[in-house]
């Protein structure tokens, strides 16, 4: 989508390595989501901001880590503690309410 | 929490064909339900939405339809092209909770 930016489209991650994915938005949305996909699983909710300085746990969100300092910015940290990080990690964002929301084109993360 | 069923998960057609992919959802409070089409290696994309207090809305060949009481809701794509080949999810919530979607149908168009 316009105006979401997921850096970098494909990432490698060593045994042991925490990587972060990062995220950008300039649609001055207040909500942004990560949601981790997996085939035939279909998108599942990691974590969640509604507003700066805040965030809450999705449904899988054991080995990952989010911070949101600024309102254009929602990084994820996949840590070490995730053991099956090999997915399509997708960014989205959303104005509040019941509004729609939009997604980035998404990062590939793979283990070598 | 909210669940979402999608059914099918695969669903092939010739084209010009319709397809129609169903979805139901577990919690009486959500209210709002879009539908989103995947082409690989991309980001969802919003094709259609509809809020609870509509039974139907249709965008060109898109439809989308809502049985608040049956609690499921249907995608309908009429006179089909190889370009809707692609993922299409359908995604359920309440004002002030995430999205939760469902698990995807893989629509193939073939001409």
């Known amino acids: 989508d316009g105006g979401i930016t997921q850096s970098p489209k494909y990432l490698f991650r060593k045994e042991g390595q925490n990587v972060t994915l990062s995220c950008e938005q300039n649609l001055n949305h207040d909500a942004m989501y990560w949601y981790r996909q997996d085939p035939g699983q279909g998108l599942r909710l990691i974590y969640y901001?509604?507003?700066?300085?805040?965030?809450q746990k999705g449904d899988i969100a054991e080995g990952y880590s989010v911070s949101r300092e600024k309102k254009e910015s929602f990084p994820l940290t996949v840590t070490s503690a995730q053991k099956n990080p090999t997915a399509f990690y997708l960014c989205a964002t959303r104005q509040g309410g019941n509004q729609p929301q939009h997604f980035g084109d998404g990062t590939r993360l793979s283990i070598l | 929490g909210e669940n979402v069923e999608q059914h099918p998960s695969t669903l092939s057609v010739q084209e010009g064909d319709s397809a129609v992919i169903k979805c139901t959802y577990s919690d009486s409070a959500s209210n709002y339900f879009p539908w989103y089409k995947q082409e690989l290696g991309k980001g969802p994309q919003l094709i259609i939405d509809i809020r609870s207090n509509v039974g139907e809305k249709k965008d060109q060949r898109i439809a989308v339809t809502l049985n608040k009481t049956a609690k499921h809701f249907s995608l309908h794509i009429t006179e089909t092209q190889p370009e809707d080949s692609a993922v299409y999810f359908c995604a359920a919530n309440q004002a002030g909770t995430a999205l939760i979607f469902g698990k995807g149908t893989t629509l193939s168009v073939s001409s």
């Open positions: 901001s509604q507003i700066v300085n805040d965030f």
